[in-house]
């Protein structure tokens, strides 16, 4: 049964857990001023982490790359969020890590090395990327004319706060009545969407883009299925023409999972509906959740009671 006060979901900041509301930021934080954060999102299934050991090793890798460094070690934010979803008493939720550069220690200063880094953490109630009525009949997905930020200057495999490119694209979308949107770079070449990977199947092969993406968990997933399955997948360059020759089109991401599209720009895929390759990498991808894949049981409240 939910803890009435964390129904809503549980959050850990400046050392207490506390309902999802009171999860709160000074306005003076760089966090906030500046997007200087790096952050992980971890799903929780059926009382679950999915792949949590992969997801803390990219979260210490992103802070390490930014140079932000909490108090609190890696066992310690395990523990943390180990213990938002207990108090949430969620069996499926969207659990987030993130570490903010924080405010100056001396008055004024330019210098992150002034500032004190801290770490926020919170558990919500299941969220999906894709609403999953909209991926049962296939993401429709616009392709942005806003172009993604360039690698060299904000390191996509760094999973960082810097969504404005992103959001541009979104706003595109939602003005054409499509459902989300996914970028190119300025030399014309596939990159990802706001807050998910993409992937494309032509003549049965799979390919998702080098460049402009974090190096996604799931994505990362629906590469060993493929593996699995006998389905040829590779990382590689995708041009923007790629796209009006798929046969398919999927998305991939923590939030959702494998997420099938049906709609490219104006261009309808297959008969309208997600394709059978999109729909055999979705199904198995859940089904394996099912039988434990990667799975670390949420330690019960008991179990965190002295952390």
Same mark, same amino acid.
């Given at each position: 049964?939910?803890?009435?006060?964390?129904?809503?979901?549980?959050?850990?900041?400046?050392?207490?857990?506390?309902?999802?509301?009171?999860?709160?930021?000074?306005?003076?934080?760089?966090?906030?001023?500046?997007?200087?954060?790096?952050?992980?999102?971890?799903?929780?299934?059926?009382?679950?982490?999915?792949?949590?050991?992969?997801?803390?090793?990219?979260?210490?890798?992103?802070?390490?790359?930014?140079?932000?460094?909490?108090?609190?070690?890696?066992?310690?934010?395990?523990?943390?969020?180990?213990?938002?979803?207990?108090?949430?008493?969620?069996?499926?939720?969207?659990?987030?890590?993130?570490?903010?550069?924080?405010?100056?220690?001396?008055?004024?200063?330019?210098?992150?090395?002034?500032?004190?880094?801290?770490?926020?953490?919170?558990?919500?109630?299941?969220?999906?990327?894709?609403?999953?009525?909209?991926?049962?009949?296939?993401?429709?997905?616009?392709?942005?004319?806003?172009?993604?930020?360039?690698?060299?200057?904000?390191?996509?495999?760094?999973?960082?706060?810097?969504?404005?490119?992103?959001?541009?694209?979104?706003?595109?979308?939602?003005?054409?009545?499509?459902?989300?949107?996914?970028?190119?770079?300025?030399?014309?070449?596939?990159?990802?969407?706001?807050?998910?990977?993409?992937?494309?199947?032509?003549?049965?092969?799979?390919?998702?883009?080098?460049?402009?993406?974090?190096?996604?968990?799931?994505?990362?997933?629906?590469?060993?299925?493929?593996?699995?399955?006998?389905? !040829?997948?590779?990382?590689?360059?995708?041009?923007?023409?790629?796209?009006?020759?798929?046969?398919?089109?999927?998305?991939?991401?923590?939030?959702?999972?494998?997420?099938?599209?049906?709609?490219?720009?104006?261009?309808?895929?297959?008969?309208?509906?997600?394709?059978?390759?999109?729909?055999?990498?979705?199904?198995?991808?859940?089904?394996?959740?099912?039988?434990?894949?990667?799975?670390?049981?949420?330690?019960?409240?008991?179990?965190?009671?002295? !952390?």
């Amino acid at each position: 049964m939910k803890n009435s006060i964390f129904a809503e979901g549980a959050g850990y900041v400046r050392g207490l857990f506390v309902p999802i509301a009171e999860a709160t930021l000074p306005v003076t934080d760089w966090g906030f001023t500046r997007s200087d954060v790096v952050y992980d999102v971890v799903h929780v299934f059926r009382g679950g982490f999915f792949r949590l050991a992969d997801h803390l090793d990219r979260f210490e890798r992103s802070m390490a790359k930014r140079r932000i460094r909490p108090p609190e070690d890696r066992d310690a934010i395990e523990a943390i969020l180990h213990r938002c979803v207990a108090l949430t008493g969620l069996s499926d939720a969207y659990v987030a890590m993130v570490a903010s550069r924080g405010r100056p220690r001396v008055a004024g200063s330019r210098r992150p090395a002034d500032c004190e880094n801290h770490l926020i953490a919170y558990a919500l109630p299941w969220i999906d990327v894709v609403p999953k009525d909209v991926q049962a009949r296939g993401a429709h997905v616009w392709v942005a004319s806003t172009p993604r930020v360039p690698d060299a200057s904000v390191d996509p495999t760094v999973k960082n706060y810097q969504w404005n490119d992103l959001t541009s694209g979104l706003l595109e979308a939602h003005d054409a009545n499509f459902d989300t949107a996914v970028l190119c770079d300025t030399q014309g070449f596939l990159t990802e969407g706001p807050g998910f990977n993409v992937f494309l199947v032509k003549d049965g092969r799979v390919t998702t883009s080098d460049r402009g993406s974090l190096h996604g968990i799931t994505r990362r997933s629906v590469l060993e299925l493929c593996a699995e399955l006998g389905i !040829e997948a590779a990382v590689e360059p995708i041009p923007r023409s790629a796209l009006d020759h798929a046969d398919e089109v999927f998305l991939a991401t923590t939030a959702g999972g494998v997420m099938p599209a049906s709609r490219i720009g104006a261009r309808i895929l297959g008969n309208d509906r997600p394709g059978p390759i999109s729909m055999l990498l979705k199904d198995t991808y859940w089904r394996k959740h099912e039988e434990g894949w990667h799975r670390t049981p949420v330690r019960p409240l008991e179990a965190n009671a002295g !952390e």
